[in-house]
């Protein structure tokens, strides 16, 4: 197991550059902000369907 910070760091890293730093790409803060964060939701068990439940729950309550 890994003792120091390093490694989370690096993957980090790597999966944001991955994401972001395509060709051509241009991003302005909100929107990397956006991305990264709903990548995170897919990847963190339950999260996404939680994510939707509560939009699904704001519709509702917004436009009816």
């Known amino acids: 197991m890994p003792i120091s910070s390093g490694v989370t760091e690096a993957s980090c ?7 972001l730093c395509a060709s051509g790409m241009r991003w302005k803060n909100t929107g ?6 709903l990548g995170a939701l897919t990847q963190t068990a339950g999260r996404w ?8 729950q704001c519709s509702a309550e917004c436009f009816y």
Not at 13 to 19: A, D, F, I, Y
């Open 32 to 37: 990397a902000k956006i991305v990264l964060s």
């Open 49 to 56: 369907t939680q994510f939707w439940q509560r939009i699904d």
């Open 13 to 19: 890293k790597t999966l944001v550059k991955q994401r």
